[in-house]
Antibody, heavy 121, light 106 residues
């Protein structure tokens, strides 16, 4: 059974940084692309970033490009999201989700339960 | 950027058919996926590539895609189908979600 467990969320000040982690199990992690999707309180889903199975290719939403960095460590079955220069509008639950393909181009067939990031002074 | 437009809410009587639309420019040329999200839970894919159901998703869920509109259809709606539903596509290396539709079963 696929299991994705996010961690690293919490309270950050505007302009601050956090590092989110997502530990994966139950599948061959190095074969699949991974994505981060966020959901602001009471709002819809917003894709944030995706990374290919080797980590060579990364993709970002315009709203976070230059501020967020996605990476992965296939030896640890973990994907990361470094979130920097945080703004109030980055406040959201951040979900880690598995793509069905090696590159981010399909649907997301497994999701974690999310980690909450709150940006406030 | 590519935009997907969904109605904010759809209501359906118990046992009847609900249709949730997702509008996008020439969306018929894209693979459309649908997610169901219940309060406090992570999303779950219910339809992928327009009309395919993952294992465990009832046959009551189906999808179609033509022109500028993709549609998720739920027949014989049940109370347990109450949830938010979001469509999703990829466009030039970017994943795009619709704004989501709240389905209410009356």
């Amino acid at each position: 059974e696929v299991h994705l467990l996010e961690s690293g969320g919490g309270l950050a000040q505007p302009g601050g940084s956090l590092r989110l982690s997502c530990a994966a199990s139950g599948f061959t992690f190095s074969n699949f692309a991974m994505n981060w999707v966020r959901q602001a309180p009471g709002k819809g889903l917003e894709w944030v970033a995706g990374i290919s199975y080797t980590g060579t290719n990364t993709y970002y939403a315009g709203s976070v490009k230059g501020r967020f960095t996605i990476s992965r460590d296939n030896s640890k079955n973990t994907v990361y999201l470094q979130v920097s220069t945080l703004r109030a509008e980055d406040t959201a639950i951040y979900y880690c989700a598995k793509d069905i393909y090696p590159h981010p181009e399909g649907h997301l067939d497994s999701w974690g339960q999310g980690t909450l990031v709150t940006v406030s002074s | 950027s590519y935009d997907l437009t969904q109605p904010l809410s759809v209501s359906v009587a118990l046992g009847q058919t609900a249709r949730i639309t997702c509008e996008g420019n020439n969306i018929a040329n894209k693979n459309v996926h649908w997610y169901q999200q219940k309060p406090g839970q992570a999303p779950v894919v219910v339809i992928y590539r327009e009309k395919n159901r993952p294992s465990g998703i009832p046959e009551r869920f189906s999808g179609s895609n033509s022109g500028n509109t993709a549609t998720l259809t739920i027949t014989r709606a049940q109370a347990g189908d109450e949830a938010d539903y979001s469509c999703q596509v990829w466009d030039t290396g970017t994943m795009v979600f619709g704004g989501g539709t709240k389905l209410t079963v009356l």
